[in-house]
């Protein structure tokens, strides 16, 4: 049913009609993207309830699964160096890597650093633990902080995987996105993952 409005514009009666424009349905991945960013809220953040996924790297900290993971990909780096390089390369990088140390022991100024006064060695004690302090203070925060990007990073990732429902996305990218966003969900922390194993915190 449609509704005729009059009305004067410039000394000039008008008629106007308006219809109702039926209700759209709404795509379904849209609704699903929906229903989840409203599922965030109910999320425990660091309360797990149930134990860690056996095939997670779990550390009790942020810091202790950044250090981990640092690790891993050193290890990781090193070992792809390996598989890629002959061992002729090989053997003329450690013959170079010999030379320049022996060279770089030899420049050492070891005399000056003995020459250092213990003026200048206690005010740098004093300003590397007025520091300390200082980072320990702020740690809580910054940490927690980086803790809240982490999820919101993960939680928008599953947002636009749900998104491309409808799209050809390689399934192996929705397994991914799920997984990462699974670990907060069950009340963990996540800072990423090297070579496909997710290293997971208790607390920031």
Not at 86 to 98: E, L, M, S
Not at 161 to 171: C, H, R
Request: proline content about 4%.
């Amino acid at each position: 049913m449609s509704d005729i409005t009059y009305q004067y514009r410039d000394g000039v009666l008008v008629a106007e009609r308006t219809e109702p424009v039926p209700a759209a349905d709404q795509p379904k991945w849209w609704l699903a993207t929906a229903e989840f960013v409203a599922s965030i809220k109910t999320v425990p953040f660091f309360r797990p309830s149930d134990p860690p996924d056996p095939a997670w790297r779990t550390f009790d900290t942020r810091a202790a699964a950044g250090a981990a993971t640092r690790a891993a990909a050193r290890e990781a780096a090193v070992d792809a160096a390996m598989d890629a390089a002959v061992d002729a390369a090989w053997d003329a990088a450690r013959a170079a890597a010999r030379e320049a140390a022996m060279d770089a022991t030899r420049d050492a100024t070891w005399d000056a650093a003995m020459d250092a006064t213990w003026d200048a060695a206690n005010a740098a004690w004093d300003a590397a633990r007025a520091a300390a302090r200082a980072a320990a203070r702020a740690a809580t925060v910054a940490t927690a902080n980086a803790a809240a990007r982490d999820a919101a990073g993960d939680a928008g990732l599953l947002a636009r995987i749900i998104l491309t429902a409808d799209l050809a996305v390689d399934e192996r990218h929705r397994v991914h996105a799920r997984a990462r966003w699974d670990v907060w969900e069950r009340g963990y922390g996540l800072l990423c993952d090297v070579g496909g194993v997710l290293y997971v915190y208790r607390r920031p």
